[in-house]
């Protein structure tokens, strides 16, 4: 089991839909990141919160909204998305923001647009 | 070109051979380097990290660094059919936090 909780595991939403993935870890990491991943992909970064504030942010389409409401949640809101955004979502955490503290994932959310 | 290169495999070995997992980078900015092994349907898992030139075991998992060569490599002694997964190299940059991956060797090891 990883440390990396993430809900849903699977979620299926229509192009009109509002949702929203959550992410949780209890490890006391301040580095929380969203990727997206798709099939024979390595996964690609979209946002770095560090001590819960934006840190990074990939140039993420609008209708991916990120979150961060404390030091162990991560929330991505989902509003009006594309098929093309039908992905695995995986969260990670590292003890800090530079490059030497390993990130931990998440088993991700498997995301299908209808 | 890519900045980390990674064989995509498939890599297919008999129960009980040694596995060698190799990637090559281009920038001598790369400093941390991590190995992922990633099941299917899952997140990728945090096998291996290192930053210093030299081999790093874990029980039957040994890193190894070449920095003057820009060569890193993961071996897997006595594979099991467990082993199979997809495996990615991921390294980071001195000054920086983002991860960058190699594309995934998918291994599967065949009882």
């Known amino acids: 089991d990883t440390e990396v909780t993430q809900t849903p595991k699977h979620l299926v939403m229509g192009m009109t839909n509002k949702k929203s993935l959550k992410c949780e870890q209890h490890m006391g990491h301040r580095a929380m990141y969203w990727y997206k991943q798709k099939a024979k992909k390595p996964p690609e970064l979209m946002f770095v919160y560090s001590y819960e504030k934006l840190s990074i942010n990939e140039s993420v389409p609008s209708r991916f909204s990120p979150e961060c409401p404390n030091s162990s949640l991560l929330n991505l809101h989902l509003h009006a998305l594309q098929p093309e955004d039908s992905a695995l979502y995986l969260c990670a955490s590292s003890q800090d923001l530079p490059g030497f503290f390993p990130q931990h994932f998440g088993d991700g959310t498997r995301l299908s647009i209808l | 070109q890519k900045e980390v290169e990674q064989d995509p495999g498939p890599l297919s070995v008999p129960e009980g051979a040694i596995v060698s997992l190799n990637c090559t980078y281009s920038?001598?900015?790369?400093?941390?380097f991590m190995w992922y092994r990633q099941y299917s349907r899952k997140g990728p898992e945090l096998l291996m990290y290192t930053y210093s030139s030299g081999n790093k075991e874990d029980g039957r998992f040994t890193a190894q660094v070449d920095k003057s060569s820009k060569y890193i490599s993961l071996f897997i002694r006595d594979s099991q059919p467990s082993d199979s997964a997809t495996y990615l190299c991921?390294?980071?940059?001195?000054?920086?936090?983002?991860?960058?991956f190699g594309e995934g060797t998918q291994l599967t090891v065949n009882p």
């Open positions: 920038n001598s900015a790369f400093q941390y």
């Open positions: 991921a390294m980071v940059k001195t000054s920086g936090s983002r991860l960058t």
